[in-house]
């Protein structure tokens, strides 16, 4: 592992900023984390940094792992909850920045409902920003821990052919998946009815399949989205019965090809998007998922650390 490599951006906000060798050294990074964490369970790269976890929108795969992953690292680390803020007393955005700033708070992690803060924030910051989500936009770091576990899984991404499917309007997990899986050289398709694919169809120019079950057939991955019913507009679905019966993924569709790998970003609405009997069969990597954004976020927060102002 080569440990002076630098990324070529001093922030993460979009997948787009991230070169195939800026992947190689995060994967590599994670690597060697997921492998020596049962040895060291602690290690010092983030020692005299504080992290500030700023979650204005509700998660909970991403911040916490992002904070085990900074504890993991040793550094400080402070909770920012919009709701409990001075945010709901009329402070603005940029001011609650000028303030966590003031106590020395050098790197942030972002989750916000409007796609472009985390990008405004690292505009106005000297602070490092990590995008942990944004609106409908980008959230880079999951769609680096989806790859991650593909690479793990198969040994490579490059070749693979991973198709996304369900409610790819609404998602940022999707946005941020294309470019990272295309940036490794996989073949990348989408499955969407057609009310929840983009207005000006296809900005990605991937293939796009109609059907599940050519889906199934077509892929060596699916990539099944959760259905934001919370970004959604009245009248853009039928009904979720009819969403559920067209593009959800039954045991019956899964057990036709045992060796499909499933993934999910989570959280999973089981009944509608996957059955549920699915998420034990040993090719669903939803859980892998899970464990490896702990290391994937120790290998950003890792490398961005070498960017803190000192
Ligand atoms: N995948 C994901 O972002 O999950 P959370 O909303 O729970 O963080």
Redesign the pocket.
Same mark, same amino acid.
């Given at each position: 592992m080569n440990n002076d490599y630098l990324l070529s951006k001093p922030y993460l906000i979009n997948s787009e900023d991230l070169t195939s060798e800026d992947i190689a050294a995060i994967f590599e990074k994670a690597r060697y984390f997921l492998e020596d964490y049962p040895k060291q369970r602690k290690f010092t790269d983030l020692k005299g940094i504080t992290v500030a976890l700023a979650f204005f929108e /509700?998660? =909970?795969? =991403?911040?916490l792992s992002f904070e085990l992953a900074a504890k993991r690292l040793s550094a400080d680390t402070i909770s920012f909850a919009s709701s409990s803020s001075s945010l709901t007393k009329g402070e603005s955005l940029i001011d609650t920045l000028r303030t966590i700033e003031a106590m020395d708070v050098q790197m942030y992690v972002v989750r916000h409902a409007n796609s472009g803060v985390p990008k405004f924030l690292q505009e106005n910051t000297r602070g490092v920003i990590l995008n942990a989500?944004d609106g409908k936009h980008e959230?880079p770091t999951?769609a680096l821990l989806d790859s991650f576990t593909l690479w793990r899984h198969f040994g490579r991404v490059e070749g693979l052919k991973v198709c996304i499917a369900g409610d790819i309007l609404h998602s940022r997990?999707a946005r941020s998946n294309i470019n990272v899986l295309k940036t490794l050289g996989a073949e990348v398709a989408l499955c969407s009815p057609g009310t929840l694919l983009p207005r000006y169809l296809n900005p990605w120019n991937v293939k796009l399949i109609e059907s599940i079950d050519d889906a199934i057939e077509w892929a060596d991955v699916l990539l099944m989205l959760r259905l934001q019913r919370e970004r959604m507009e009245s009248g853009i679905l039928p009904s979720i019965r009819e969403f559920s019966k067209f593009y959800g993924v039954s045991l019956e569709q899964f057990s036709r090809k045992p060796d499909l790998v499933l993934m999910h /970003?989570? /959280?999973v609405n089981y009944g509608i998007e996957l059955d549920y009997r699915v998420s034990s069969f040993p090719n669903c990597l939803i859980q892998t998922q899970v464990t490896h954004g702990v290391f994937i976020r120790m290998a950003l927060l890792s490398l961005l650390s070498k960017f803190v102002a000192v």
């Amino acid at each position: 592992m080569n440990n002076d490599y630098l990324l070529s951006k001093p922030y993460l906000i979009n997948s787009e900023d991230l070169t195939s060798e800026d992947i190689a050294a995060i994967f590599e990074k994670a690597r060697y984390f997921l492998e020596d964490y049962p040895k060291q369970r602690k290690f010092t790269d983030l020692k005299g940094i504080t992290v500030a976890l700023a979650f204005f929108e /509700p998660s =909970t795969r =991403t911040k916490l792992s992002f904070e085990l992953a900074a504890k993991r690292l040793s550094a400080d680390t402070i909770s920012f909850a919009s709701s409990s803020s001075s945010l709901t007393k009329g402070e603005s955005l940029i001011d609650t920045l000028r303030t966590i700033e003031a106590m020395d708070v050098q790197m942030y992690v972002v989750r916000h409902a409007n796609s472009g803060v985390p990008k405004f924030l690292q505009e106005n910051t000297r602070g490092v920003i990590l995008n942990a989500g944004d609106g409908k936009h980008e959230h880079p770091t999951q769609a680096l821990l989806d790859s991650f576990t593909l690479w793990r899984h198969f040994g490579r991404v490059e070749g693979l052919k991973v198709c996304i499917a369900g409610d790819i309007l609404h998602s940022r997990v999707a946005r941020s998946n294309i470019n990272v899986l295309k940036t490794l050289g996989a073949e990348v398709a989408l499955c969407s009815p057609g009310t929840l694919l983009p207005r000006y169809l296809n900005p990605w120019n991937v293939k796009l399949i109609e059907s599940i079950d050519d889906a199934i057939e077509w892929a060596d991955v699916l990539l099944m989205l959760r259905l934001q019913r919370e970004r959604m507009e009245s009248g853009i679905l039928p009904s979720i019965r009819e969403f559920s019966k067209f593009y959800g993924v039954s045991l019956e569709q899964f057990s036709r090809k045992p060796d499909l790998v499933l993934m999910h /970003p989570g /959280p999973v609405n089981y009944g509608i998007e996957l059955d549920y009997r699915v998420s034990s069969f040993p090719n669903c990597l939803i859980q892998t998922q899970v464990t490896h954004g702990v290391f994937i976020r120790m290998a950003l927060l890792s490398l961005l650390s070498k960017f803190v102002a000192v």
